[in-house]
């Protein structure tokens, strides 16, 4: 008993509790604010500030950018039509505009959802690379958009777009892909169609965030090169939801981000996330964002920081860091 006593009284102990309670405090810290209420995510807020929602439409990508000054920017909508329902819930009830629609390749786990957007928005502006793709559903996607005479451009490396004091500065591609084919190395493999995606990197005041839609680490090696000093980012969306065809060593080194967030879906048939990116980043001591377990996963940059809230509470362990 009195050695118990005595343990408890020592220097030993203390330390032992004091360290416990810092790791506490470090594990409360690493938990991410959870965002809206239990019906879903909230409305954006009208606060100055850039918001970037990466949408959790299961295995695909989709994702919203709103300017402080009120510009929507659309980046791929997802495998199906579960984008209507999350930016209706985003947006300000009357905002039917898209400013900006970025479709960063035709596969249909970035384009099926935005079909119906073109019928239920204006969509304003479209980037996308015109590569051929001959698909019922980006056929009917461009029927669309010629239907409704949307401004299309083909954006490549080298390219800036800016709202306000939000600049999209874009990496890739470094040529021009309308009306070109491309072959296809086969379903969840690198390359192809993949690495014809349009790669920018979105930046506000200091803040920066890099969408690398499902470019491979061939791309990654050429923009180490082309564009290295510029790549620099507090959150990267990493290519092609996770897969080991992308995110690179290399390439997280030049990117350096604090935050690497990996669209994806639960229990997807190709193992996304792949286990060798997962270790990567964690590693690197780089927080991991999934969809695929936090849900819709909401940024907001001051322009000094970003900040980050989640639709679910998840343990660090739980996500892979
Ligand atoms: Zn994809």
Known sequence: MSTIRSFLRSRWFSRILA?????????????????????????????????????????????????????????????????????????????????LLILTHPHADHLTGLLEILRRYQVRRLMMTGVVHTTDVHESFLKEVRNRDIDTETPRAGEVVSFGETRLEFFWPLEEWSGRRVSETG??????LNDTSIVFRLVYGQTEVLFMGDATSEVEEELVVSASSTLVSDLLKVGHHGSKYSTSRVFLA???PENAL?????????????????????DAGVRILRTDTHG??????????????????????????
């Open 19 to 99: 360290g416990a309670v810092i790791a506490g405090v470090l594990s409360l810290g690493s938990v991410l604010e959870p965002w809206g209420t239990a019906t879903g995510p909230g409305r954006l807020a009208d606060d100055g500030k850039l918001h970037v929602i990466f949408f959790d439409v299961g295995q695909g990508d989709a994702a919203l950018i709103r300017t402080p000054t009120g510009e929507d920017i659309l980046v791929d909508g997802g495998p199906d039509t579960s984008v209507i329902q999350k930016l209706g819930a985003a947006l300000p009830k009357d905002d039917r505009d898209i400013e």
């Open 187 to 192: 379903p969840g493999e690198g390359g192809g």
């Open 254 to 256: 030049a990117v350096d």
């Open 296 to 321: 819709d996963i909401l940024a907001t940059s001051d322009g000094g920081k970003i900040d980050i809230q989640t639709e679910n509470e998840v343990l660090a362990s739980e996500s892979g860091n």
């Open 262 to 282: 990996i669209s994806s879906g639960k229990g997807n048939s190709y193992g996304h996330p792949a286990y060798r990116v997962i270790k990567l980043l964690r």
